[in-house]
């Protein structure tokens, strides 16, 4: 700034050393759910370091709240024995963990280059147009599923299904909500890794 002062904040604000430490939410003090807790308690026993379990045990919180909501956070912090803000770092740090109630099912269309390609812009429209009142269901784009050899795949639920048209996503949008499988028989799983022609036959 020309007057000298310091207007930005982050990573140049000083630490307020006047407030409190960090405190570690105490087990016997917060109600975790039994499965949840014996969940994390699983993920923290497999590694030597218990930060690893970080990721798959903020995963299993989501999963059972829907998001990584301050009391998942609270019940993951006091099972893991760290502090919220150190799973706050790693909540910000990844898209992966919902930091706002945004439906407990996920469509990701990807946009990546080779769906690019093959009109993956129509059926993410599509797709969003079709989840737009289905309250349950968070429909975003992203970058790059990794099928590109289905290309322009979805996935939904983490159930990876392609190609798609934009005609398909009414449908992917309805078995996600009515808990049915995806577009039976179009899915990567349903497929051999050799299968022949699947560009080809879009």
């Known amino acids: ?14 630490a307020d050393l006047a407030k409190d430490p ?7 003090d917060v109600d975790v759910p039994d499965d ?11 590694y030597p370091e218990l930060h690893s379990a970080t990721l798959p045990a903020l995963h299993a919180a ?16 006091a099972v893991m024995k760290v502090t919220p803000a ?8 990844y898209d992966m963990y919902k930091q706002a109630p945004v439906g407990r099912h996920d469509v990701y269309v990807c946009t990546g280059v080779a769906c690019a390609l093959r009109n993956a812009r129509a059926v ?25 050899d289905m290309a322009p795949i979805a996935s939904a639920d983490g159930r990876y299904v392609g190609p798609l048209a934009p005609e398909d996503c009414a449908e992917v949008i309805a078995a996600v909500k009515d808990g049915r499988e995806v577009l039976p028989g179009r899915g990567l799983e349903d497929m051999p890794e050799s299968a022949p ?3 080809s036959d879009v």
């Open 62 to 77: 989501q999963r059972v709240h829907g998001w990584c909501s301050p009391e998942a956070v609270t019940q993951v912090a």
């Open 22 to 28: 960090a405190v570690i939410p105490e087990l016997a």
């Open 124 to 148: 993410y429209r599509a797709m969003a147009a079709a989840g737009e009142n289905a309250d349950d269901v968070n429909v975003r784009e992203f970058e790059c599923l990794g099928a590109c």
């Open 1 to 14: 700034m020309s007057d000298g002062s310091n207007a930005l904040t982050g990573w140049d604000t000083p």
């Open 36 to 46: 949840l807790r014996r969940e994390i308690e699983g993920y923290v026993a497999r």
């Open 197 to 199: 022609g699947r560009w």
């Open 86 to 93: 150190y799973l706050a770092s790693v909540i910000t740090f």
